[in-house]
Each structure stands twice: as C-alpha cells, then as structure tokens.
C-alpha cells in the first residue's frame, strides 16, 4: 500500500505550506526546519513509524522525537494530518498563542503523540536513548509479542553540537541499541549562518567511533530515503541516517539560508513558495486527496495495534505488562518490617548508606526501579542486589553503569520515564547537580518522575575542597518548580523520602544524601512524617523563645544547639525541614503550629543548613537568623570545615542569645 | 642536555612515591592518576614544558592544565619538585588539611602553577582550550617574538566521557589550535570499574573525526613517549596523544585496578611500594640526585625566558603586550560621550540593544574584549563592528562563532580570561545559563572575568514557551557566590552594567537582558547609579507607604503601579535593583535608605520581577510583598503572558492595597 512519488510529494507539500502558513500567522516560529525535513517525515510516517493516531498511547507503538524542538510545526502538522484527535486545524492557526496545545515548542503534557518535550538542544535525542532502553529493557522482561518497538529521533546540527549527545550517542552505541534510529536534519545551516562558522566536524565518522550504523541519503529524495531507512533497519547497531536537506525547501528565495531559520517567511515569499510548490488550496486548507492520503498513514499501525492486542490478551505476562506500564506500583514487600527494624535499631549511618539499605528493600519489590549512576555506584551507594547490571548482553539488568555522563544519564532516566514502565533513578554528587541541571529542568516540566540520589551534600563530604561542596545546590534546586527535594537526616526520613518519591508520580524527586555518618532521631517510624515536609523532632521544654529549622546532617546540630539553650532556659522547638516544596504544600494551621508566627519579635526562627543562606528568609523572616554558608568551600576534614565554617554549639549559641538579647 | 632514562625512572618513582605518601597521610586523596601518569608527566616536564619555577607569571610560559583534577597530588609533586616556592614539603604533607594549599582539587587562587581549577572534570580541557585560543589571537596581535607557547592538558577518561568535552575537541578541531596537545591517560579504569562497562567509543577515531592528529603511546616507555611528543609538536593540527598507561604503576597488589583511584593505599601496599620501586628513602624525602635531575627541569624554561626578555625590551609592541597582559584597562574613548548622547534621546528598545550599542563603543575602545555567541548572535547582539571573527585563518579577530556550545563557549571563556590578555564576553539566552552553569560557577571560584551576555531574561520572550522562559535562573544566578548578576532596566542602566563588569577585575559578571522594548528611564547619566546595587527611580510624593522593588522589565511595571498609587494618595518608592551583590555590599546606612526598616507594618515592601518569589523575602520581608512567577511559563506573544501570570497594574495595584488594608 506504498503511496507513490508524487503523492508523497504533495504530502511533503501539505507539512512545508501549512508550517509557513502558521509560522506567518503567529508571525512567530521556525519554518526551515519543518519545510527542510518534509520529504523525510512524511516517508518515515508513510511507510516507517508505526503508530494509530486513534491509540496514541497503544504500549507497544514506536516512539518518535523531535529532538530539533524549534521546528515544533512539523510534529503539529504530522499529527494533524494523520489523523490524531489533536491538534485540529484549529489549533494550529493558533500555533503559539496562549492556550494553543501547540506551543512554541512541542510539550508532552499538551498533545498526545508528542512523546517529550523538546527545544533545548540535545535533550530530545538523549531523552530518546532513554526510551530506547526502556523498551529493549521490557522487551527482555515481558518478551517480542508484548514490546518491540523502533525509536526514531528527528535531531539538528544543534542536537549534535550539543555536549550531550556525546554522552548520548556513548551510551547509545556501547549499550547496542539497534532499534534506535537517529535521522540527521544535515542542512549544513545554524542560526549564525553556515555550520561552517564553528564546525568543521565529520559527524558520520564521530558515530561510527561510537559503535554506530552510519548511512547517508538525499533527504529529498523518496527513494534513497527509502534505501537508506532500510539499511539502518537492516543493521543491528543504533543508526544515523545522515538526511542532505535543504533547509527551507520550496522556499525559491529563501531556502538554504538561515533566514528560514527562525521566523516567518513574509507573504510574497509565501505566495512564491505557493507557486513554486504549484500548491493552489488556501492557508489551512488541504486537498482532500492529500488529506486522504495522510490519514492512511495510520492504516499499518492500526493493524499492528489489533494483532498486538490479540496477543497481549493471549500472554501469561499481557497483565503484568500493562501494569508496569499504567505506573501501577505493587505492595512494597518488606518495607514495613524495614522501618519497624530500623526504628527499633539504628545505628549511626550516613543518609546515602541508609538510602542503600532503603534500595535493598524497594528495589526488590518494586520491579519497574531501573537504578544506576554517574560513575559513582560506591559512592552513591545505588546498586542493589536485585538491580543486576542493565548491558548490551543482557537487557533484563536493571542497574545502569551510564559511565561519568551526569546529563545524559538525567535525559536518558526522563526517557525512561515517559516511555513508562520504569521508574528510573540515578545517582552523582549533589554538586554535579549543575551537570545534568537541564535535564533535572526537563523532568519537572515534564512531570517525570525521574529519581535522582545526590550524595555528598555539603562541606560535610570535606577534602575534595570547594569544586565538590555544594553550596548554593539545595537552595537553587528548590526553586525549580514541580521538583520535590528531599534533605533527610536519619535512616528513617531517608526511607520516608523515598516512600515519597516513589509516591509522587508525577513529579521528579531528588534526594540530598550525606557521605558523613549521622546519628539516628527518631525511634518511630509508624507515621511517614516527612511527607509534611517539615514537622518538630524537639518540642521546647522551657516556654518557647527559639525555633530552630534544620534539614539533613545540621538536624542533630539543630538538636545539640536546642540543649545547650534549653539548659540556659531558653525553649527550643527543633523542626526538620525534610522538603521545603511539600510544607508550601500543607495548610496554613499546619504551617503556623510548626512555625508560629503570632509576634515575630517573640519567637526567634533560626534556619541551619550547611548551604547558602539565600531565601531562608522565607522561613526565618527577616529578623530571623540565617546559618549558612554565603561562600565557596574548602579542602579539610569534615569536622575541621564545620567547625571552620561556624556549624559548632559554640558558634551558634552565642549569635542566638545575642539576638534574642540574653 | 637530556637525563638518562634509569634517572628520569627515579624521578618518575618520585612523583608515586611523593603521591602515595600524601594520600595517606591525608587518608583521602587520589594516587592512582599521579602513578600512572608520572612517567608521562615526568617526560613532559623534562623535555617539553617550557616553564621557570622562578618566575611562574612568566607571560610566554606554556600553560600546563591538570583537566583530571583529581589527580592532583601529580601537579603538587611536580612544582614542588621542579623548584616552585610552593608547595613546600610540608604544604605536601598537608595535603587535603585545612589551609594548605595543596588541596583536594587544584586551585588557581592557591598555588603559582595551577593554571585553572579543575576537579569538574571535562573542564580543565575546555579551559585549556580557551588558552590554546588566547595565545594564538595573542600571537596574531603581538608576533611570535612576544607569544609563542605550548598548551598542555593531562585528561582521564572522565573528562573524554563528559559532553563538554565534545564541545571543547570540536572548537579546537575547527580553529586548528595546532598549539594544543592533550595527553590522555589512557588507563581503562574509571571509578567504577573498568571503562568497559560504560563505554566501547574509539576515542582517537572520534578526535580524527574533528579535525584533531592522534598518536599512541606506552605511557611507560620515555623512548616511546617521546617520539609521540615529537610527532604531535610536529603536526600542526591539535594532538590527542593517547598514553596507554597502568593506573597505580608502582603497586604490586593494586596497580591496574579501580581500588587505587581515590583512596590510600594502606601502610602494607605502600611499603611493597618501595620495596618493588627499590625505593629506599623515607616518606617526603627525596633523594639529592632525584632533587637535582628534577630542579634541572626548569633549565631550559629559564633560559628561553632570559631570551624572551631581551626580545621583549627591543620591541615596540613589549609594552601595550605586557599591559593588555597585566589587565590595564584602557581609557574609554567615547563612552562618555555615549552615556550623554543616550541620557538626551533615548528611544525605546530592548535592553539586548542597548547592550549591543555600548558593546559598539567598549569593543572599539578595549582591545582585550573578545566576544562571541553560542550560536545566536542577531538575537544576543553580542557583534560588532569591532570584533571581526576570530577565525582558523585568521587569529587576530576578535568575534568566536562558538557554535551551539554554550558549556564550551564557558569554559572557554574562563580560560582566556585565566590565560590573561583577554576579557572575554560571550551570550546565550538567559535559560541557558543552566548549559554551562558548571563553568559559571567555576568562573567565580576562579576570580575569572568572564562576562556573560545573557538575552531572553524572562517570559518576555514570548512564544518560544516554557523551555525557553527563565523562571528559577536569576535567583539561581544571585546565589552563586562571587557572581555578579545584573538585570538592567534601560539604555543607561544597561551601559553602566557594562562599565561595572568591565571594571569588576576578579568576578565575573552576567548580565540579563531582555528580548522586549523597553522605555527610558533615566535622562541623567553623570553617575554609575548601578555601582550600588540598586537606587531609588522614583520618590514618593505623599506620605511613603510602599517601596516598589523592581528590576529590568520590570522596572517600568513598578513606575506605572506607583503612579496609580499615587493617585489614590498611596506614597510610593521605586526601586532599581539592579544588582543585588552590590547592593548587598553597599553600607548599612545606604541600604535603610533605600530599603527603610523601622516599623515593617509601616512601610509595605514589594518586589516584582518575572521570575520565581523565592529568596525576594530578603528584601521584602515576609510581611512583605513578592510579585513573580512560581510555575513553568508558557508559550504566546509576551503582552498575553505579562497579563496572564498578573504583570499588570490592574493585578497587583489591587493586592498592594489589601495588604495596606485600603
């Protein structure tokens, strides 16, 4: 049922007319790259892609990114044309405008068929590497009938600049992802002008050193598209399908520079576009012929959506399947009687040591946990014996050595999420936060819960010195909004933040972890009460003059600091800031029991944390006191920098009675 | 005047011996790197490096970058064995104890010799990029006689694995730095285990493919090292060469594996050390025949300076050279002249704009200025008429098309500005600051002048939605330690922005910048209103009730909302924040005049800014007032976003009274 060349062509057609079109109309937005890669697009999702725009979230369906994000119309026109729901003619005249599901760039939370959110650079396509994992990772646990699919990746010159994709295209190639197909939009143009300017790189070459299948076409040429989708298909390593496009194709005047880059064509131009395409129909108006066209596109998914379910229906693990994938999480086996114990006997650990031992527990409960790390698996302390190593030979592992690749572990752990299935987590070093920020950006925006375990949260990690110390990491992490950050300071908060984390579907969590032993607080463990975000571990004895808010490792100095005072009269409330974002969350009774706010001048609020002071006030109020670190670290012992740093009861004590006039 | 192989062995034993000694002495620290590589670095420091311990600020110096930072007891051995003032023997039995400058990770502000911080791994690289770049513009400017060195950068397999490190080959591959050598410490090993576990890339097929000359050697053979030396002197393209090393060289029972990485090898192992090196003397003692074949090294070093000496005092350009070097700003022809011009006709336009114009005047007027973009140059109008493009062909430009490299561009930065004789400034949009916010931050550990053109600062950009419109990134910006964040208002601020980055020697600065057209503020531009922080737009006319603290787009937001109140009897202040660091640094006095404090019920503070609340409470107080945005943006033209998330008098003229309770 293969479409024929001219038909194809006026496909191609309808995708570069109405991304000019609406590109004109928002007079906003990136008609090149759509227009460039039409003729690619429309024979991927002709005769390639597997897909039913009436299922869109059918399991086994082949995921599709746009990893060049800014050219957004072309996944809008593409879904459009073969028939999804969303978005309808509609929609796209109102490409950009507010309340538009076709946005600047292609968001997830907005279309169906839009399996990430793309537009900066590189992410789309690590993120794809992600979703191919996941799907050779539930294909060795759940088998052929249930999960075999292709990923196809749409990336720019952008994409492949980008950092990332060096750490994409790494782990893409050494884990032998062959059902991942990366189509290269190689229009030799970038924003600046030609890629010449600042590239002078061999990027087949480059893949290939990593283990790829690299093959060339003219990408505006059906049937060598077509030979080389084939061989790549044909090939067991992950393939780059290196595409010679012309950027804005169709374009008589413009095509080929980056003036069809980034913004609208202008009406003569698009009216000489119209001519030159020999296309007559109005602005968002396509021929029926071409409608009927595009909408068959869907006809081979569909038949592969129904066998698919005939056999799911058939399979012993059909049920099993759907449940990981609908994000259905089992009884935690064990967990109960592992908070019982450690309530009943905790000895002096380190948060990221109770976080292993809290793994040990879910991850063999929970089978859809995909662990890994950043080249720090001893550190992070991340591997569990149920988590066996995910490689090339054996997919069914579910621990991930994703080697020293901060961001693109980050990107490949959101791909893991939105292809479901798996609920990824990762670990590095709370300080390489800032590696894979972008990523972390991209969890939140995208509601994926990705789980990223941060080891080494403060000066407390000690000589590594001030390139290690996280400083303004907690803080600066907080305000992104829709993450959840979790500073624990017993082994029982770090098991309760990871009951949240597993809990909170859709939303990432990050968990600040210390390398340094700390002591155990609490001795119950029947209530998660960290799921409140922040809740007293101390009531004051003596009338109440001081509230101490603490999180992680300066908990117990929150508590020390609370006896000193206590013993000199003055009552101390201890309070565990375990996440800020969750206390926001709780209602204003809770909020003022924990931190009263009746006569500001009357309670003194104290904030402690081995961190930038910045935006504590918001907790301690202005006439509060802040104890932090406003400064790099430095290279020392744990206990010689926070004696340094003023994290002592001597230090603190007398800064609190000086406020408090004592 | 070469050392025999058996005595360069015995200064190769040095460094392990010295190395392993430190390591456990501090119980921390790293010996795996510094044994494997010390017969490379030996070689190197011999034979190659041109250094004078003597005179470490040498300006023709070759730059020596330790990018495995990690390693660093490497780069303490050999400047404390070579001859440098420091470290002395006892900084090195102090390694990694408080106040010592031998610290965990190298630091540039603790030791001569530490040409960049490194520890972050991939950055060292990129940083000696920046270098590599640096002396080649300076060369093109001031001629071989004056500028004529070497870069040198030991990588681990971290830095090769890192994505930045794909930015970094791929700019050096494109500007043929055929002065940049990197020796990769080719050992297999990474923290986890061996590299086989994460990666199967071919690195030299990789680096071929950007353009770069690759050699292989026995990093343990000093015929065969020299001769890859030799071959990449030779070439004159960038040289990866890649030392096929054992990690641990030395220790019977632990060489080759992960377990001599990064911590102590244990009193056993360290005496099978010594007995398997024949390495009789004690711990920090080095032999006198080692200690002089090792102060010998700098022989050739001082007499090349001797001789670059004499050529300096006989050439006319010695003196600008050592002044653009020294980082003597040069008086600023015109910029008086601009600042007046714009105070009396002022048009409206995007702060982006007025950067561009001022950057039109300074780029003219300070040589050292060297710009660029990551790939957007119309939209951060960061090019001007005086920075032609710095180019393979053509080093005395002063413009870097960095390509779509922002983590590169960064880290590149630093290191020109590092290397001296360069200030480089270089943009992206402002959402981006999270791509290359590892080297931001290294920028201000560093004391480097880096100066960040950050465009797009906030949901004023418009339609390009939510992946692309800052929230969290100012806040997040401030809170970074010795980072100066500006966020200008008008064309006048905008200058003065500049002029303090310019004139801010030892911090680097980032200025954020709108997309949007905005009004003129100020028709005065005698003083620097900026250099403190922020100032008062606009003073109450009735009683004072409320101070508006605003900044950039904002600004002019906040002088509408106060006319309104105004009107209705409510005195109200304005306030530019245009910096909050320097304003933070300003005098108690100065800052309870611009921000009163007496009675807080008094006088209602509020700030407004298109960006997250977090952290405003420092100015506003809790009591107070924070107008922002606390979720995702969205995609549509930016007067619908401003209306939509409450940027309008109509929105937030009515709250300001609530909480006056009119």
């Keep these: 049922m293969t479409i024929d060349q001219s038909r194809l062509s006026q496909m191609a057609n309808a995708i570069r007319v109405l991304s000019m079109d609406a590109v004109q109309e928002a007079n906003s937005g990136h008609p090149g790259m759509p227009m460039g890669m039409a003729d690619v697009a429309t024979l991927l999702w002709s005769e390639y892609l597997v897909f039913d725009p009436a299922a869109p979230e059918w399991l086994d369906r082949d995921r599709f990114v746009l990893s060049a994000g800014h050219g957004s119309m072309l996944i809008y026109a593409l879904l459009h044309l073969s028939g999804y729901d969303r978005p309808t003619m509609e929609d796209i005249r109102n490409f950009r405008q507010l309340g538009s599901p076709c946005a600047g760039h292609p968001e997830n939370f907005l279309l169906d068929g839009v399996e990430c959110t793309t537009g900066p650079l590189g992410q789309g396509f690590a993120m794809a590497v992600g979703m191919a994992i996941a799907e050779r990772h539930l294909n060795a646990r759940f088998g052929d009938d249930l999960v075999d699919h292709r990923t196809w990746t749409i990336a720019g010159d952008g994409c492949l600049m980008e950092g990332i994709n060096h750490e994409a295209v790494g782990l ?13 939009d190689d229009n030799n143009i970038t924003i600046d002008g030609s890629t010449a300017l600042s590239t002078s790189e061999d990027i087949g070459a480059r893949f290939a050193a990593a283990g790829w299948h690299v093959v060339r076409c003219d990408g505006h040429d059906f049937a060598d598209i077509r030979r080389a989708m084939d061989e790549a298909i044909a090939d067991e390593r992950p393939s780059l399908i290196a595409c010679k496009t012309i950027i804005g194709k169709g374009s008589p005047g413009k095509q080929g520079t980056a003036a069809t880059h980034g913004s609208a064509l202008g009406e003569s131009e698009i009216a000489a576009v119209r001519a030159n395409l020999d296309w007559t129909a109005a602005a968002f108006d396509i021929p029926p012929q071409v409608v009927a066209d595009w909408r068959s596109t869907g006809d081979r998914g569909r038949t592969a959506r129904e066998a698919w379910t005939a056999r799911l229906q058939g399979n012993p693990a059909g049920r099993a399947y759907e449940e990981i994938m609908r994000g259905a999480l089992p009884a935690l086996e064990g967990w109960e009687d592992y908070k019982t114990q450690l309530a009943s006997d905790m000895p002096r650990m380190a948060t990221r040591k109770a976080s292993e031992a809290a793994l040990g527990v879910l991850t063999a409960a929970v089978p859809a946990m995909v662990g890994g790390s950043a080249d720090l698996t001893g550190s992070n302390n991340t591997k569990t014996a149920a988590t066996t190593p995910l490689t090339a030979k054996d997919y069914s592992g579910r621990y991930l050595y994703y080697g020293i690749r901060e961001f ?27 590696y894979c920020r972008p990523a972390i950006r991209l969890s939140a925006l995208q509601n994926a819960q990705a789980i990223y375990v941060m080891t080494h949260d403060s000066i407390g990690l000690g000589e590594d010195g001030p390139t290690h110390q996280p400083i303004e990491h907690l803080q600066s992490l907080r305000m992104i909004p829709n993450l959840l950050v979790f500073r624990p300071a017993d082994a029982i908060e770090t098991a309760e933040c990871w009951e949240l984390a597993l809990q909170n579907r859709s939303r990432p969590s990050l968990l600040a972890l210390s390398r340094q032993d700390l002591p155990a607080l609490r001795t119950e463990a029947q209530e998660n009460r960290s799921a409140r975000g922040a809740y007293r571990v101390r009531t004051a004895d003596a009338a109440r003059r001081v509230v101490l808010i603490a999180t992680g490792s300066e908990v117990q ?4 600091v609370a006896e000193v005072l206590e013993a000199q009269g003055v009552g101390t ?7 800020t974002q969750l206390f926001d969350e709780q209602d204003k009774l809770y909020r003022d029991d924990i931190l009263p706010h009746v006569k500001p001048s009357d309670i003194l609020r104290v904030s402690i944390e081995a961190g930038t002071t910045f935006g504590w006030e918001r907790y301690t109020m202005v006439d509060g006191l802040s104890i932090g670190i406003d400064r790099f670290g430095a290279s020392g012992p744990a206990t010689a920098l926070f004696d340094k740093f003023g994290f002592t009861t001597e230090a603190i004590v007398p800064q609190i009675k000086a406020r408090l006039g004592i």
Tied chains: 1, 2.
């Design 408 to 434: 693109g572990m980050a990107a490949a752990m959101n791909g893991m999420a939105l292809h479901g299935g798996i609920i990824p987590y990762g670990g590095t070093f709370l300080v390489f936060a800032d």
């Design 557 to 560: 100095l929150a508590l020390d």
């Design 573 to 579: 409330d201890v309070v565990s800031m375990v996440c």
């Design 172 to 184: 893409a190639g050494h884990l032998e992802l062959g059902k991942f197909n990366v189509l290269w």
